[in-house]
C-alpha cells in the first residue's frame, strides 16, 4: 500500500521560509510525478509545484514561481518544498500526492485528477 507524509509545517511570520518533506513508504515505481497541493481556507485546492522523479523535471503554479521551490531526493524517496518569502495569502493545507508509474507530461503535472497517491497533509500558517 502506497502511502505518503508531509511534515515541516509551522506557524511563521510574512517573509519567512519553510522546507516542507513529503516521505514514501510502500511505493517501489522509479518514474513516476509528485506535486505539491494546498487549500487554503474556504478555497479550492490548487496544484502548486511538480516533479518527475526520473528526469527531475519541473513545473510550477504561476501563484509560487519564484517563490517555492521543489526538488527531490531518490534514495530516500523524499520530496521537498522550499517555501520562501511567505505571505498570509500562501496560509493553508500542503498536501502531497503522486501518480502511477508514468512518463512525464508538463500540461498534465499541474491537473488535480492526474495524481492517485496522497498524503494526509501539513498545516502552514503565515502571520502579517
Do not use: H
Request: glycine share 8%; hydrophobic share 30%; aromatic share 12%.
Amino acid at each position: 500500500q502506497v502511502q505518503w507524509k508531509e511534515s515541516g509545517g509551522a506557524s511563521v511570520q510574512s517573509e519567512g521560509s519553510l522546507r516542507l518533506s513529503c516521505q514514501a513508504s510502500g511505493y517501489t515505481a522509479s518514474r513516476y510525478c509528485m506535486a505539491w497541493f494546498r487549500q487554503a481556507p474556504g478555497k479550492e485546492r490548487e496544484v502548486i509545484a511538480a516533479i518527475f522523479t526520473a528526469s527531475g523535471a519541473t513545473n510550477y503554479a504561476d501563484s509560487v514561481k519564484g517563490r517555492f521551490t521543489i526538488s527531490q531526493d531518490n534514495s530516500k524517496k523524499t520530496v521537498y518544498l522550499q517555501l520562501d518569502n511567505l505571505n498570509p495569502e500562501d496560509t493553508a493545507i500542503y498536501y502531497c500526492a503522486s501518480t502511477g508509474p508514468r512518463s512525464w507530461n508538463k500540461s498534465a503535472s499541474l491537473k488535480d485528477a492526474t495524481y492517485v497517491y496522497w498524503g494526509p497533509g501539513t498545516q502552514v500558517s503565515v502571520s502579517a
